[in-house]
Nanobody, 125 residues
């Protein structure tokens, strides 16, 4: 699975962004897909994850009710819709693929074994 994010940039706090992460390859629907972000000088933090079927989603408390993760297995693509953006949402956003089935692993960056190149999002106040 290879991933390339698109849709980042400089945005104002009230704006919305929608990322798409196309993942070329025949094995896309065998992975849980996740989004992580890394702020300057900080670790890579979990943002959201979606299971293989797309029926279950998981969010960090900081983005719950503002961000929505979705996927289209027919298009090998995972999306992240971000609304009501805040300056603290600033960072490089990565999509990643997790081959494991345990929910606990979805929150840990170290359990994802394929990563996109990342896209910078800067939210101004």
């Amino acid at each position: 699975v290879q991933s390339v994010e698109s849709g980042g940039g400089l945005v104002q706090a009230v704006a919305s962004l929608r990322f798409s992460c196309p993942a070329p390859g025949r094995s896309f629907n065998s992975y849980t897909m996740g989004w992580f972000r890394q702020a300057p000088g900080k670790e890579c933090d979990f943002v959201a994850a979606i299971n293989r079927s797309g029926r279950s989603t998981y969010y960090a408390d900081s983005v719950k009710d503002r961000f929505t993760i979705s996927r289209d297995n027919a298009k090998n693509t995972v999306y992240l819709q971000m609304n009501s953006l805040k300056p603290e949402d600033t960072g490089v956003y990565y999509c990643a693929a997790n081959p494991r089935y345990d929910v606990e692993s979805y929150y840990a960056a170290r359990t994802y074994n394929y990563w996109g190149q990342g896209t910078q999002v800067t939210v101004s106040s």
